[in-house]
């Protein structure tokens, strides 16, 4: 996940607008790799993969607030993207960014934290799924 990390870095490096007629957001600082949002991003991804689906519910019914505090991140903040069927981490990073809500959580300097997972499944409609946590402590 170090290719997804970097890619979103070098975004949050620029300025850049999220929101059509929107200010541009500043660039903001780095995030560092969390290996707790790694846990949760990770039983996400392998959730949507192995079970056929996309969305921020898991099939058991779990939240990403629910994933991301069962994985022992104590958060002040946090934000969730998902996303399916992207060949590399630097094609889903740019698929976010021409999202508002997800280019927001990318932009955000109210995260530091980071971590990320993407799992595949052959059987599966979009084949690679993927799953970013960002939080604050």
Same mark, same amino acid.
């Given at each position: 996940? =170090?290719?997804?990390?970097?890619?979103?870095?070098?975004?949050?490096?620029?300025?850049?607008?999220?929101?059509?007629?929107?200010?541009?957001?500043?660039?903001?600082?780095?995030l560092?790799?969390?290996?707790?949002?790694?846990?949760?991003?990770?039983?996400?991804?392998?959730?949507?993969?192995?079970?056929?689906?996309?969305?921020?519910?898991?099939?058991?019914?779990?939240?990403?607030?629910?994933?991301?505090?069962?994985?022992?991140?104590?958060?002040?903040?946090?934000?969730?993207n998902?996303?399916?069927?992207?060949?590399?981490?630097?094609?889903?990073?740019?698929?976010?960014?021409?999202?508002p809500?997800?280019?927001a959580?990318?932009?955000?300097?109210?995260?530091?934290?980071?971590?990320?997972?993407?799992?595949?499944?052959?059987?599966?409609?979009?084949?690679?799924?993927?799953?970013?946590?960002? =939080?604050?402590?």
């Open positions: 996940m =170090g290719a997804l990390l970097t890619a979103i870095n070098a975004a949050r490096a620029q300025a850049r607008v999220c929101v059509n007629g929107q200010s541009p957001l500043p660039a903001v600082a780095p560092g790799w969390n290996a707790q949002l790694a846990a949760a991003a990770d039983r996400h991804s392998t959730d949507m993969a192995v079970h056929n689906f996309m969305d921020h519910t898991g099939s058991d019914g779990s939240s990403a607030t629910q994933r991301i505090t069962q994985a022992g991140y104590v958060w002040s903040a946090w934000g969730e998902i996303a399916a069927g992207y060949p590399t981490a630097a094609a889903v990073v740019q698929g976010w960014l021409g999202s809500g997800h280019c959580n990318i932009m955000s300097a109210r995260f530091t934290d980071f971590g990320a997972s993407c799992r595949s499944s052959a059987a599966a409609t979009y084949g690679s799924y993927w799953t970013t946590d960002f =939080g604050r402590p």
